[in-house]
């Protein structure tokens, strides 16, 4: 087990996981209507984080070095920073310590300076973004870089687990971070995956993704030193479908053995909710619902939080992890914003209402689930600690 | 203990299987994976959709699957894929913005673009093989033998997995620079899975 | 009467070539973005279906043949969905797009 002591988040929501919890207990979504932005040739809806404020709170952090280096870093390694920094502050240990580690979860990272001139830079490079990123703080350990497409926020964490469990280290900062450009936007336009309206996760009428940018950071402690922990993972698992490369599996193969193995050792009514991918697109949600199903999990509440953040990809798993927690420790399971009536053809517990969830001794853990392209899937089992 | 049952090498202008050299590039050219491909008889025509990255690692990790004789038609949950590279998916990433840069001529590519994930190229030897286990994909600075056997060590301990195919995989420039080897749970004294191992077998 | 029906049987050979040489380019063209390394153009059946059976494309080859329409012809799909009954066979591509090709 490990100890989360720290977390921040940055999207379109705020710059901390508190003004980012707070818009989305009122119900506020960050997605927008984006039209002509990064030269794409369909408008689009997303979830950005502006640029100028970016470049403000990291010109505020309280270091020296930032000022002179702002214009050299880009949005996608500022907001890592800002991140990083923040959740560090909070978990009040030394970033530079030899038993302190930083994992990195992104899939795409400056993939837009392909387009620019300097394409001889090795900041286009996803291990030289982690280096920044370790080097930002006077970390000399080898930071990893995980990227397994969509699911690699659980799969960082994950290996963040494995890392403390070996006794390599005490503390790990698991980052997950991720900024729209043209390419990844096309991309998606490209499999005809978006929506052209606010995503709506597991409903009849869903059409499709909305996508989003941001950063996000838990540290993870080997230990409840001080009582600091505001949650803590207990186990995770990965799984492939072995099927199609981007199409999920009609029986949920993959998905169904993650849950499975995740919950062996303990019962269904000791989980308070399931926080799904829940993406919106029709594959992706029914192969959820068969997943649940077929693991017994049907009457958990399920929710997505897609619609308030859009799908931020190698963010996604660490950011929803975090305002999961902050739901489980006010004792609720939040609405699945854009949800009115079900779409997939297994019954699963899903509503659009806020509700209560059982007490802590009754229902002590919340999982986190995730599934991407590759054949690709996975969750986390987390647990309430306050 | 974890053995070594089986490991093939691919570098720009050659392969070498468990040790003997099983196809070498004509002279100054850097090996064509098509080429390799038809020299290994293999029978796939799904290969052709690949990209790069995903060519090699698939046809390094066909010829020592297929050396060890593991079965490729039933489910198997415990094995597990676990690969490492430096350039992430790049080389894929480069032919994918080709199709997009130029604003009249702009026609985003579904099929390339689904290959700008380093990890698909874990997903295509799943699909091949039946592989069911954990299937990660990490990114380094460089290849490193003693954060390889670390990693996997970790992997195969928590997921109990009875076999593991791993090792790095990476292409850019036209150049291929492949390692993978598959782990299985064996005595049969032949090399064991440890970091100066591999470093042997990388070098 | 007879100049007529010379005329007209004229103008139907004529046609019948045009949609011959449109499917053989489509031929080409589908073997080209699809990877189909080892496959030529007489390999395919012009009214075999293209999914399921046949050459047992899937959904990625359904979007790249999308791509295919506006890149050679500025035919524009905005529902992927029409895409099921346009890409049942070549004949049925090559049918839609000699009805609505821009280019």
């Known amino acids: 087990m490990m100890y989360a002591i720290g977390d921040n988040i940055v999207c379109g929501l705020g710059f901390n996981t508190d003004e980012v919890y707070s818009s989305v207990r009122r119900d506020i979504s960050g997605v927008k209507r984006c039209e002509g932005t990064f030269g794409v040739h369909e408008p689009f809806m997303a979830s950005l984080v502006d640029e100028s404020m970016v470049d403000d709170v990291f010109d505020s952090l309280h270091n020296s070095r930032s000022k002179s280096l702002c214009r050299d870093y880009t949005k996608f390694e500022k907001m890592m920073i800002i991140s990083a920094q923040n959740a560090i502050e909070k978990a009040g240990v030394d970033a530079s310590g030899r038993d302190f580690r930083f994992i990195l979860s992104t899939t795409k990272g400056n993939v837009d300076l392909l387009g620019r001139q300097n394409t001889d830079s090795d900041r286009v490079y996803l291990w030289r973004s982690a280096e920044l990123l370790s080097e930002w703080f006077g970390n000399t350990n080898i930071p990893i870089v995980v990227s397994n497409s969509c699911v690699s926020g659980a799969c960082a964490q994950i290996a963040a687990s494995r890392e403390i469990n070996s006794g390599t280290c005490r503390y790990v900062a698991v980052v997950g971070a991720e900024v729209l450009s043209k390419f990844i936007v096309s991309g998606f336009q490209s499999f005809k995956a978006l929506s052209s309206e606010e995503c709506r996760p597991f409903d009849k009428s869903r059409t499709g993704l909305n996508l989003g940018e941001a950063a996000a950071t838990i540290v993870y402690s080997s230990d409840n030193e001080e009582n600091k922990g505001n949650f803590a993972f207990c186990s995770g698992a990965i799984r492939n479908d072995a099927n199609h490369i981007s199409g999920p599996s009609r029986t949920a193969e993959g998905l169904f053995n993650v849950l499975d193995t995740l919950t062996e050792n303990i019962s269904s009514e000791q989980v308070a909710f399931i926080n799904a991918h829940g993406t919106a697109t029709l594959y992706n949600d029914e192969m959820e619902s068969i997943a649940i199903s077929r693991s017994g999990l049907n009457e958990i509440p399920v929710n997505s939080l897609k619609p308030y953040f859009g799908h931020t990809m190698g963010a996604a798993g660490v950011l929803e992890t975090i305002i999961s927690s902050r739901a489980a420790n006010d004792g609720i399971v939040l609405g699945s914003r854009g949800f009115a009536q079900s779409g997939v053809s297994c019954s699963i517990n899903i509503s659009n209402m806020t509700k209560n969830i059982p007490e802590r001794g009754q229902a002590p853990y919340f999982i986190k689930m995730l599934s991407g392209f590759g054949g690709s899937n996975a969750a986390i089992l987390l647990k309430r600690v306050l | 203990m974890m053995e070594i049952k089986a490991y093939s090498r691919i570098t720009a202008d050659k392969m070498v299987v468990n040790g003997s050299t099983v196809y070498s590039s004509s002279d100054g050219e850097n090996i064509n994976l098509t080429d390799l491909y038809r020299h290994l008889g293999i029978d796939y025509p799904k290969f052709f959709k690949m990209d790069n990255l995903c060519k090699a690692g698939f046809l390094g990790a066909e010829t020592i699957i297929r050396d060890a004789g593991m079965d490729t038609v039933t489910p198997k949950k415990d094995c597990d894929i676990v690969l490492f590279n430096s350039t992430s998916s790049l080389d894929d990433d480069i032919a994918y913005n080709n199709t997009i840069e130029d604003d009249a001529n702009y026609f985003p590519s579904p099929s390339v673009f689904v290959y700008t994930l380093a990890n698909i190229v874990t997903g295509e030897i799943a699909i091949r093989n039946k592989i069911m286990g954990e299937s990660s994909f990490y990114v380094l600075k460089e290849f490193s033998s003693s954060i390889i056997y670390s990693v996997v060590k970790e992997t195969a301990q928590e997921t109990s997995a009875n076999a593991v195919l791993c090792g790095w995989a990476d292409f850019l420039n036209n150049t291929p620079d492949v390692l993978l080897m598959l782990l299985q749970r064996t005595d049969d004294g032949k090399i064991q899975f440890t970091a100066e191992n591999i470093n042997k077998l990388y070098r | ?103």
């Open chain 3, 1 to 103: 009467m007879e100049k007529y029906n010379l005329l007209r049987k004229i103008l139907i050979n004529y046609t019948d070539n045009i949609m011959e040489q449109l499917i053989l380019e489509l031929k080409k063209q589908i073997i080209e973005v699809l990877n189909l390394e080892d496959v030529k153009p007489e390999d395919i059946d012009s009214q075999a279906p293209l999914f399921g059976e046949g050459l047992g494309l899937d959904s990625i080859d359904a979007l790249e043949l999308i791509v295919l329409m506006e890149k050679n012809y500025g035919i524009k799909l905005s529902d992927p969905a029409q895409g099921k009954e346009i890409f049942k066979s070549v004949e049925t591509m090559a049918e839609y797009i000699e009805a609505n090709r821009k280019k």
